[in-house]
Structures are given as structure tokens and as C-alpha cells.
């Protein structure tokens, strides 16, 4: 059974930094990619950046240049290092894991989310 847990949030003043870690557990299978998504109160759940098994990343627009995500593939973890955080930034923070295996393409594994206050 595939179990992922975030970790690292918290309450930071803005300009501070934070570094959010994700544990996947149960993977029997390939990841493909691993990324971070934010939901803040009374918004949708966004893309904020992902890696692939290959090293290639994406991030938002948003948190360019302030966040980077990296991986141990090896303990199937991701962490986002999160820098000059601002207000606008505090959310709950949910990790994604995205794999599978030749002809089968897992589902979608979420942790329960870890999360981010920004004070101004």
C-alpha cells in the first residue's frame, strides 16, 4: 500500500524560508515524477513544481526563482526548499507521486499535506 507522508511546514514571517519533505512509501513500482501542489483556502489546488525521474523541473511562475525542489530517488523523497516566502504563498502543501509500469500507469498518490503560514 503506497503511504505519503509531507513534513516541514509551519508558520515563517514573510522573507523567511521553510523546506517541506515528502516520504512515499509501498512504491512497487517506477516513478516517473514527484511533485508539489498547494491548495489555498477558498482556491483550487495548484501545480507549484515537479521533477522527473529524468532531473527535469518545472515550477510555477509564481515561486521561480524562490523555491526549488529536489530529489533522493533512492529513499523515493522529494523536498521543496521555499525562500523568500510571502503571504500569498500560505497554503497546504500536497505532494505527488506519478508512476507505474510498462502498460500500467498508477493512480495518483497524495499525502494528507503539510501546512504553510506566511505572517506579513
Known amino acids: 500500500q503506497v503511504h505519503i507522508v509531507e513534513s516541514g511546514g509551519g508558520l515563517v514571517q514573510s522573507g523567511g524560508s521553510l523546506r517541506l519533505s515528502c516520504v512515499a512509501s509501498?512504491?512497487?513500482?517506477?516513478?516517473?515524477?514527484m511533485g508539489w501542489y498547494r491548495q489555498a483556502s477558498g482556491k483550487t489546488r495548484e501545480l507549484v513544481a515537479r521533477?522527473?525521474?529524468?532531473?527535469?523541473?518545472y515550477y510555477a511562475d509564481s515561486v521561480k526563482g524562490r523555491f526549488t525542489i529536489s530529489t533522493d530517488n533512492a529513499k523515493n523523497m522529494v523536498s521543496l526548499q521555499m525562500s523568500s516566502l510571502q503571504p500569498e504563498d500560505t497554503a497546504i502543501y500536497y505532494c505527488?507521486?506519478?508512476?507505474?509500469?510498462?502498460?500500467?500507469?498508477?493512480?495518483?498518490?497524495w499525502g494528507q499535506g503539510t501546512e504553510v503560514t506566511v505572517s506579513s
Open positions: 505527488d507521486i506519478n508512476g507505474g509500469t510498462p502498460g500500467w500507469r498508477a493512480p495518483n498518490y
Open positions: 509501498g512504491i512497487t513500482f517506477r516513478i516517473y515524477d
Open positions: 521533477i522527473s525521474d529524468s532531473g527535469s523541473v
